[in-house]
């Protein structure tokens, strides 16, 4: 064998060894942050179970520890499918003050905090009123206007309506699935909103179980198994372009104003605003940073652009809004766990101040 074939080998050797002990420590510090090797990321079981129309909702009477470096709290599911009790309230007169109904996804779910540190609990003991915690994971906005219209419960009666809107809605609404999962899906046909996709499937644990038999070409069976394609994938181009000087914004559907994904959202708002005036209630939307939205930048206007789109629409349709951001970062501490990326006790805390002083500025409650 020639040198030089020794040296081609030698690399190759090497480069087996560097990508199966990047993969290992990958999945070590997997296993370190979350205790378990699972995607679940420390969460015993599954908590979200099939729903016809909305897709998933929590599995009634759960109780499921979520455990990882960050935290450790338990999940309990009320009987109407929902996290906590079925109402958050001080004892107070009913009459004396609206009762407030709050959607969302995992942000409003509670992701990572006790049921009593979270932004609809703290804004109960905040303003005194009841609040109807019905925050899902993973969910998106058509999925919200579809546990608010057709999914009974006490929440379809609130005097106040707060529409948590997180950054990532605009991509969760185009899709028909989402973590592995079927849901509905809205599409504007005709300038006319129609819902397909329903009744959804039965979920389902991934998407291969659910596809076409079929060979998965090299880059899914890769992609599938492998930690470190999975974090190259995601970070490399993002670090390199970073050090370039260029600010890559994970949400750049929020810049199209004429795309697909901003016309749906504008009319999943539209139809928002119309179910909430129809039950003679008011809507306030309440716009969610991702922590990328929040981090220094050499590109400050980059990282506002999902703001400046949501409020353009919510100002467009004569919505209330409120953006976060200002209040999540307006303190040293830290609003959002580091590696979870979900609030922290002190982040549920800003944001419902936040909200609790832009309802009292309204006029819609009274301290």
């Known amino acids: 064998m020639s040198t030089f074939a020794r040296r081609i080998l030698a690399l190759a050797f090497g480069c087996l060894i560097a990508i199966a002990l990047g993969e290992g420590l990958l999945r070590l510090g997997h296993f370190a942050l979350h205790g378990t090797t699972s995607d ?22 759960s109780d499921i ?18 996290r906590g009790l079925d109402a958050s309230t001080l004892d107070t007169d009913a009459t004396e003050q609206p009762t407030i109904t709050f959607l969302g996804d995992s942000f409003v779910f509670g992701q990572g905090v006790a049921s009593t540190e979270r932004v609809t609990e703290r804004l109960a003991a905040r303003l005194g009123v009841t609040v109807w915690n019905r925050g899902v994971q993973g969910t998106g906005t058509g999925q919200h206007l579809l546990i608010y219209t057709d999914v009974d419960g006490p929440h379809r009666h609130g005097d106040i309506v707060v529409l948590g809107l997180f950054a990532d809605a605009i991509r ?24 397909t996709g329903v009744p959804v499937p039965e979920t389902y644990e991934s998407l291969e179980e659910r596809a ?53 959202m504008r009319a999943l708002l539209a139809e928002f605003a119309r179910s909430v005036r129809a039950a003679d209630a008011k809507l306030l939307v309440a716009l969610i940073p991702a922590p990328w939205h929040l981090a220094a930048t050499r590109h400050p206007e980059r990282r506002a652009a999902f703001q400046h789109a949501a409020l353009t629409i919510c100002e467009q349709l004569d919505i209330a809004a409120i953006d976060l951001t200002p209040a999540l ?23 419902a101040e936040a909200i609790a002083a832009e309802l009292t500025r309204r006029g819609w409650v009274t301290r």
Request: aromatic fraction near 10%; glycine fraction near 10%.
């Open 40 to 61: 679940r990321g420390g969460i015993a079981a599954p908590i979200n179970g099939h729903h016809p129309l909305v897709g998933w909702l929590p599995i009634a009477g």
């Open 65 to 82: 520890r979520h455990h990882t470096t960050e935290f450790d709290v338990t999940y309990r599911v009320g009987p109407q499918r929902f």
């Open 172 to 195: 969760r609404h185009v899709a028909d699935r989402f973590a592995g999962r079927a849901k509905p899906r809205f599409r504007v046909r005709d300038n006319v909103l129609e819902l």
């Open 212 to 264: 076409p038999v079929s060979t998965p070409s090299w880059k899914t069976r890769i992609q599938r198994h492998s930690r470190l394609y999975g974090a190259a994938r995601t970070h490399l181009r993002d670090g390199v372009l970073f050090i370039l000087g260029r600010d890559v914004d994970p949400y750049p559907e929020w810049n199209a104003a004429d795309s697909e994904a901003a016309g749906l």
């Open 329 to 351: 970062r307006s303190s040293d501490a830290q609003a959002y766990f580091p590696v979870d990326g979900h609030w922290t006790p002190h982040g549920h805390a800003l944001a």
